[in-house]
């Protein structure tokens, strides 16, 4: 009996030490750099195509524990590391919706595959979200899968890379249910085991936004994981 219980040992996690640990590990920092630059060429080949000028950018990079349960039951990760890149772009005085067509194409162009819908955003625009019968419209989200050339081989991936498209534009303000400065990226909650915070420096919309009055901003987002640890 005493075996037996012996083998339903309850793990926690990686402890905020291990979780730290592992994110400075050569591998992870190696990981990193690489992760890095395949999401500035990701930025700088959307930004390239649609020729809007960029006026600020923001990163984050974390990482965080995964759960442990009994008897083994336990997320896919021990500790996973995630990054976050961000441009804001002017799209100047021209239309907001042809200006998203234009990153739209570039998006795809890049390698992206698109499960937004940016078919209904002018209408979702011009009824300023809300529906023929008083409903309030979903709000439109522009999100991509990035399915362009692989990470560098030093990218531990679980999963697959995202670009997420959002914008502020003063001439056609997104209805109030949609609040128009939230952030398509979620922080993780310090009850996931972290995280630890490798690099935080966020884009300050608020700031980007100074001087550029009437006029359509664009904030185009690449998120992806760039290293896990698996349980042993």
């Known amino acids: 009996m005493v075996g037996s219980c012996g083998l339903l040992r309850y793990d926690r996690g990686p402890t905020p030490d291990e979780i730290r640990a592992?994110?400075?590990?050569t591998a992870t920092k190696a990981a990193r750099t690489a992760a890095e630059a395949y999401a500035a060429g990701l930025l700088r080949s959307i930004t390239r195509d649609t020729e809007l000028l960029e006026v600020a950018t923001g990163a984050e990079d974390w990482c965080i524990g995964g759960k442990g349960e009994m008897?083994?039951?336990?997320?896919?990760?021990?500790?996973k590391c995630t990054q976050r890149t961000?441009?804001?772009l002017s799209g100047g005085r021209a239309d907001l919706v042809s200006i998203l067509r234009r990153v739209?194409?570039?998006?795809?162009?890049?390698g992206s595959y698109s499960a937004g819908n940016l078919?209904?955003?002018?209408?979702?625009?011009?009824?300023?979200?809300?529906?023929?019968?008083?409903?309030?419209?979903s709000c439109p989200q522009l999100v991509y899968s990035y399915l362009g050339p692989s990470p560098p081989a030093e990218v531990r991936s679980a999963g697959d890379w995202s670009i997420a498209v959002d914008w502020i534009d003063d001439r056609r303000p997104k209805p109030t249910h949609c609040h128009i400065d939230a952030s398509p990226f979620v922080w993780p909650s310090p009850d996931v085991g972290g995280p630890y915070v490798v690099r935080r420096e966020p884009l300050d919309r608020a700031s980007a936004t100074a001087g550029y009055k009437n006029q359509a901003l664009i904030i185009v987002s690449v998120f992806g994981v760039y290293f896990t640890s698996p349980w042993e």
Do not use: C, S
Not at 104 to 110: I, Q, T
């Open 22 to 25: 592992t994110a400075e590990e």
């Open 119 to 137: 078919d209904g955003l002018e209408n979702f625009l011009q009824r300023n979200g809300i529906d023929a019968d008083g409903r309030l419209m």
């Open 71 to 79: 008897a083994g039951r336990h997320t896919e990760y021990r500790v």
């Open 104 to 110: 739209d194409a570039a998006a795809k162009h890049a």
């Open 86 to 88: 961000e441009t804001v």
